[in-house]
């Protein structure tokens, strides 16, 4: 099966892919805003259902079920039996065979923010670092209704997002795979939106409920009930993604791939100079 027109130099190839699945109002509406830019083709390879929370799972050593589908705007669009990373890792997969490398990996339009310590989670923002472990650019986009509303998302949540992300992008497109850029926005009219915040990762505190009920002598069933969010701000969590949000602007966080905390090695090597496992 040819995926892809080699003679077409000139063209953007996108992949696209998320962890709410195929069924999320948030990629329609991606793939709808990146299929409109000129000279670019978007292709997308998504978990076949929900898996947020799933951050950078594989299953590398399991068989995977993989289904063309048909998606408004998308060149291609494949749903995958597993978790974000391997969605994008099987669209990534796709391209080398053609010998191609995508020009840019988008995750999102995430249903709520990825910011603070939810980052590490993600599962959205793993399968954005799965496309720059790969060597491809990639964007991580978020959006959540904030002040929070409990209603179902429709294509008005991510008029925002999808302005940040259509922004942002030339950007991206040369910023290299050194980063992967978390970007989250307020689903608040472009208009309401003051800018943009380059940030850190900042903090976020759970307050979570436990209740668990005996299911027989050995085994109980648990949950957590009414768990609520608390976000640092500019005073308590100054330069964060957090603080950003609460501002009023977008945030957009450079991740490392690389997490090692270089500047601690020397203190370690001295540490344990000499050590052995024997006596």
């Not at 850190?200 to 957590?224: I, P, T």
């Not at 501002?247 to 370690?268: A, M």
Request: aromatic residues 8%.
């Amino acid at each position: 099966m040819k995926l892809f027109d080699k003679n077409k130099e000139s063209v953007t190839r996108i992949l696209v892919t998320n962890d709410d699945g195929i069924a999320s109002v948030g990629l329609a509406c991606l793939v709808k805003a990146l299929s409109t830019l000129p000279e670019t083709e978007v292709y997308v390879s998504v978990p076949a259902v929900q898996q947020s929370g799933m951050s950078h799972a594989t299953s590398l050593k399991s068989h995977t079920h993989v289904e063309e589908v048909k998606m408004e705007g998308a060149v291609q669009a494949f749903t995958v039996d597993s978790t974000p990373s391997d969605s994008c890792l099987f669209g990534l997969e796709l391209f080398n065979r053609e010998g191609i490398h995508p020009d840019v990996v988008i995750s999102g339009i995430n249903h709520g923010f990825n910011t603070a310590e939810d980052t590490h989670y993600s599962g959205t923002v793993g399968a954005a670092m799965e496309g720059v472990m790969d060597g491809i650019p990639a964007i991580a986009i978020s959006t959540e209704r904030f002040p929070f509303v409990d209603r179902p998302y429709q294509p008005s949540d991510f008029e925002s997002a999808c302005a940040a992300v259509l922004q942002f992008l030339p950007y991206a497109l040369k910023a290299g795979t050194e980063f992967m850029y978390n970007i989250n926005v307020a689903n608040v009219p472009p208009s309401e939106i003051k800018g943009w915040r380059a940030t850190a990762v900042g903090h976020v505190h759970y307050e979570l409920q436990m209740k668990d009920e005996r299911v027989d002598e050995k085994s109980f069933d648990r949950w957590y009930e009414n768990p609520s969010r608390t976000m640092g701000n500019s005073e308590t969590h100054p330069g964060t993604d957090t603080a950003a949000l609460i501002d009023g602007y977008v945030s957009v966080t450079p991740i490392r791939r690389d997490w090692t905390g270089y500047e601690k090695i020397p203190e370690l090597q001295a540490l344990v100079e000499g050590w052995t496992l024997g006596e």
